[in-house]
């Protein structure tokens, strides 16, 4: 299979990173018979150094016309770098909530999954952990919070800011549509999340995800306050199979979701759509502390290059190759500095892809 693919390094850590998935990805064309053309794209702080933007119309165009784009991470250290002193539509962060909405890539699926060989960097204790958990994060990607409107004004002296939350039912009805597939190819589970006590984008989205559960009979739905949520996913998180939420719930219910997992290092991520196209990038950010050090764990990254194999090619078979050779070098013991733990072999990004890559044959 011909695969063209708009690779975006990014910032801080993305650029260590990209290149171990590229080196995984490059294993599996040569051991399957696939061509990975890889077009470099840029875009975050890399993109407003060059072009003082984070993402130029070539590039999201570029990427519009790719069959799928593989992304490290955007950013740097707010307060240091001068990226943060730009107005916040130049920002880096804003160039990635433009691919996001520029490719309608409204669907976030971030599996949450505890590796066997990393129990001892989970920071649950074992009597919660029990057989392990393995969920999924659906989250709504491209409205609510993130892309209402907001400004900033002084009133009467008084400096006031304001931030809307909106949700169409159009919008809440494609989302639990991704969370109701999501869940029949599992364990048939799906906890929708929202604030239904408090706020009303929360009730309609409770109301229209019960509509669209008619069409589910074989999928159990339950609901969940965001609150009751967080605090679950530390005391029992294999109660869960696929969680379904809004925008900003799901962007801090992942995080937290992948720190039970032992590393936000791990955890990789799709964006998708109602096309083929969709975005790869892992869960966590451009970690600008520890960028050019050969620290960072490439593991995330590589894992969202199985996931892009699966969704944008359908090469199933590719996908978990590429998942068993992570699980098989962890279980030879070899870690990256985040997941570390006494009598393992401690390793560097590089080598870390090289393992990874080497278990492909
Ligand atoms: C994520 C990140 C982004 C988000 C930031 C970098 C804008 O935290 O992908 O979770 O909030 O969506
Ligand atoms: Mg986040």
């Given at each position: 299979m011909d695969c063209n693919i708009a690779v975006i390094p990014g910032d801080g850590i993305g650029p260590e990173i990209v290149t171990e998935a590229r080196k995984v990805l490059a294993k599996i064309g040569n051991t399957y018979g696939h061509k990975f053309n890889f077009t470099e794209l840029l875009m975050g702080g890399a993109s407003i150094d060059v072009?003082?933007?984070?993402?130029t119309e070539e590039a999201l165009e570029a990427a519009r016309n790719s069959d799928a784009v593989l992304l490290g991470a955007v950013g740097g250290n707010v307060g240091v770098?001068?990226?943060?002193?730009?107005p916040p539509e130049l920002r880096p962060e804003a160039g990635l909530l433009k691919i996001r909405k520029g490719l309608n890539l409204y669907a976030n699926l971030r599996p949450a999954l505890l590796f066997e060989d990393l129990r001892e960097a989970c920071p649950l204790k074992e009597s919660i952990i029990g057989d392990g958990f393995d969920l999924i994060v659906v989250r709504e990607l491209t409205g609510g919070l993130y892309f209402g409107e907001r400004k900033t004004v002084v009133e009467e002296g008084i400096r006031k800011a304001y931030d809307t939350l909106t949700y169409d039912e159009e919008e809440i009805r494609r989302i639990a549509l991704w969370g109701f597939e999501t869940a029949r190819k599992r364990r048939k589970k799906l906890c929708s999340v929202d604030k239904a006590n408090v706020i009303d984008s929360s009730r309609l989205w409770r109301q229209v995800v019960k509509e669209v559960s008619k069409d589910y009979p074989d999928v159990e739905l339950s609901d969940m306050l965001v609150d009751n949520c967080a605090m679950q996913l530390v005391k029992d998180?294999?109660?869960?199979?696929v969680i379904l939420t809004e925008n900003m719930f799901g962007d801090i219910l992942s995080d937290e979701a992948s720190m039970v997992?032992?590393?936000?290092?791990?955890l990789p991520s799709a964006s998708l759509g109602r096309t083929k196209l969709g975005l790869y990038e892992p869960s966590?950010?451009?970690?600008?502390?520890?960028?050019?050090?050969?620290?960072?764990?490439p593991v995330a990254t590589i894992l969202s290059a199985a996931m892009l194999l699966r969704y944008s090619f359908d090469l199933e078979e590719e996908a978990k190759q590429i998942e068993e050779a992570v699980q098989k070098v962890l279980k030879n013991g070899y870690r990256t500095v985040d997941i570390m733990s006494d009598g393992n072999t401690l390793v560097g990004t590089d080598k870390m892809g090289d393992l990874i890559a080497g278990e492909i044959k």
């Open positions: 072009h003082g933007v984070p993402l770098s001068n990226w943060y002193s730009l998180p294999g109660q869960f199979d997992t032992g590393s936000i290092g791990m966590h950010g451009s970690a600008p502390d520890i960028a050019g050090q050969n620290k960072a764990n």
